[in-house]
């Protein structure tokens, strides 16, 4: 089955560090992915998503992802972090076709940012 | 802005119990989803609509159903509560690839 892995359950990361969450995805031959975040008690947002086209994917909030087919990956990446950044990340992938196309989620990379 | 609204942010209901969360969405959106949230295994996707009374199952539908009478509704019915059903339920539409969430709605069964 079609799946994303995100390997870092919890990460901390100083502010104004750089940052740097992974995801990897298995099979498709053109994966549609996605990052989502999800602040505490919220909904989750979209921040950025990959189709076609340059790899490097620009998004929301200063994150962007690149894409890299030859190590099945989906990194997302922000150059300085902010405290209001401690939120979850969520990578994704849509799969199936038409109307039933369904996206599938990672379980999750909760980042804490310490001062 | 899209808007995705569950009806319950938080409910406490007994084993065997009828449950129904309700979500509704204003954007004329086809697809519309059901996704629970536990800590550790990410969001699953219990079931999933793209059209009006049409409903497709998910990865985790067991003990779950749904109703789609109209556009903007998307209903899940826990037909008889259990403990493991305490979680966090989010709905979702979705537009051109992105899907866009409520707030959740959690569930605690007793």
């Known amino acids: 089955a079609q799946s994303v892995t995100q390997p870092d359950i919890h990460i901390t990361v100083s502010e104004g560090a750089s940052l740097e969450l992974r995801c990897n995805y298995s099979y498709g031959a053109t994966p549609y992915l996605f990052w989502y975040v999800q602040s505490p008690g919220q909904g989750l947002q979209l921040l950025l998503k990959y189709f076609s086209g340059d790899t490097l994917v620009q998004g929301i909030k200063g994150f962007e992802a690149e894409f890299k087919r030859s190590q099945s990956s989906f990194n997302l990446r922000k150059p300085s972090v902010h405290w209001s950044d401690a939120a979850e990340y969520f990578c994704?992938?849509?799969?199936?076709?038409?109307?039933?196309?369904?996206?599938?989620f990672g379980t999750g990379t909760k980042l804490q940012v310490i001062p | 802005d899209v808007k995705v609204t569950q009806s319950s942010r938080y409910l406490v209901k007994r084993t065997g119990e009828k449950v129904f969360l309700e979500c509704v969405q204003d954007m004329d959106h086809e697809n519309m989803f059901w996704y629970r949230q536990d800590p550790g295994l990410g969001l699953r996707l219990i079931y999933f609509?793209?059209?009006?009374?049409?409903?497709e199952k998910g990865d985790i539908p067991e003990g779950y159903s749904v109703s789609r009478e109209k556009k903007e509704r998307f209903s899940l019915i826990l037909e008889s509560a259990s403990t493991n059903q305490t979680s966090m339920y989010l709905c979702?539409?979705?537009?051109?690839?992105?899907?866009?969430f409520g707030e959740g709605s959690r569930l605690t069964v007793l």
């Open positions: 994704a992938r849509k799969s199936g076709s038409g109307g039933y196309q369904k996206v599938t």
């Open positions: 609509s793209y059209d009006v009374k049409m409903k």
């Open positions: 979702a539409s979705r537009y051109t690839g992105e899907l866009f």
